[in-house]
C-alpha cells in the first residue's frame, strides 16, 4: 500500500540521549517535512527537504538534525541539545509545489525521562 | 504569512450539518485556503482546499467568501467519527513550504 510509515508509535528514551525518528514514504514525493506537537497544541515546523541531499530548518530546528539521503526517507534526530524534547512529532510528504497538499505519517510519541 | 483565527470549539448534533468557520483578512491573492483534521493522537488529515470558487468533495464542502477574508468548511451530516480538531491553514505566498497550524477548532459531535 502507499503511504508514510513511523517508527515506532511509542518511543522512550533517558535525558542526555540521542535518539532518531523514522520515516519512510513510498508516495514518490519530493518534499517532506517533521512537526512537534505539544498538548493542545497546532504543528510546528521543524525541518523540511524539497529535493534529496537539501534540508531547510523550519521554525523550531534548535536541537534537531536531519538527513535526506534518499527520496523515500527523513529521519529525525532529536539530540540531547533539545531543552523539552517530550512530544508528538509528525513527519509528512508532499509533492514540491508549494500549493499541495501534505500527507502526514501516524506520528510517534517521545518521552524523555 | 497569512494567519487564521477559528473558534476554539464548537458542538454539533449528530446527522446535523457541522459549519466551521475561518478568518484570514490578509490572506494573499494567490494563497490557497486549507482544511485538515485532526483525530486524537493520529496525524492530521487532509480535508479540502480552494483559491477563491467554492469546492465540494465527498468528505466536505468549503465556502470562501467573495472579498476571501474568510471561509467556512461544511460537514453535511456530521458522525461521531468526524469528532477532530480541525484546522484552518492558509499557503505561504509565493512558493515557502512553511504552513502553519494553529490550534484549530474541536469539533465535538455528539449523539
Known amino acids: 500500500d502507499g503511504g508514510i510509515t513511523q517508527s515506532p508509535k511509542y518511543l522512550f528514551r533517558k535525558e542526555g540521549q540521542n535518539v532518531t525518528l523514522s520515516c519512510e514514504q513510498n508516495l514518490n514525493h519530493d518534499a517532506m517535512y517533521w512537526y512537534r506537537q505539544d498538548p493542545g497544541q497546532g504543528l510546528r515546523l521543524i525541518y523540511y527537504?524539497?529535493?534529496?541531499?537539501?534540508?531547510q530548518k523550519g521554525d523550531i530546528a534548535e536541537g534537531y538534525s536531519v538527513s535526506r539521503e534518499k527520496k523515500e526517507s527523513f529521519p529525525l534526530t532529536v539530540t540531547s541539545a533539545q531543552k523539552n524534547p517530550t512530544a508528538f512529532y509528525l513527519c509528512?510528504?508532499?509533492?514540491?509545489?508549494?500549493?499541495?497538499?501534505?500527507?502526514f505519517g501516524p506520528g510517534t510519541r517521545l518521552t524523555v525521562l | 504569512d497569512a494567519k487564521t483565527t477559528q473558534p476554539t470549539s464548537m458542538d454539533c448534533a449528530e446527522g446535523r450539518a457541522a459549519n466551521l468557520p475561518c478568518n484570514h483578512s490578509?490572506?494573499?491573492?494567490?494563497?490557497?485556503v486549507y482544511w485538515y483534521r485532526q483525530i486524537h493522537s493520529q496525524g492530521p488529515q487532509y480535508i479540502i482546499h480552494g483559491l477563491k470558487n467554492n469546492e465540494t468533495n465527498e468528505m466536505a464542502s468549503l465556502i470562501i467568501t467573495e472579498d476571501r477574508k474568510s471561509s467556512t468548511l461544511i460537514l453535511p451530516h456530521a458522525t461521531l467519527r468526524d469528532t477532530a480538531v480541525y484546522y484552518c491553514i492558509v499557503r505561504p505566498h509565493g512558493g515557502g513550504f512553511k504552513t502553519i497550524f494553529g490550534a484549530g477548532t474541536r469539533l465535538f459531535v455528539k449523539a
Open positions: 527537504s524539497q529535493i534529496v541531499n537539501d534540508f
Open positions: 509528512a510528504s508532499g509533492l514540491a509545489a508549494a500549493t499541495d497538499t501534505q500527507y
Open positions: 490578509t490572506i494573499s491573492g494567490n494563497e490557497y
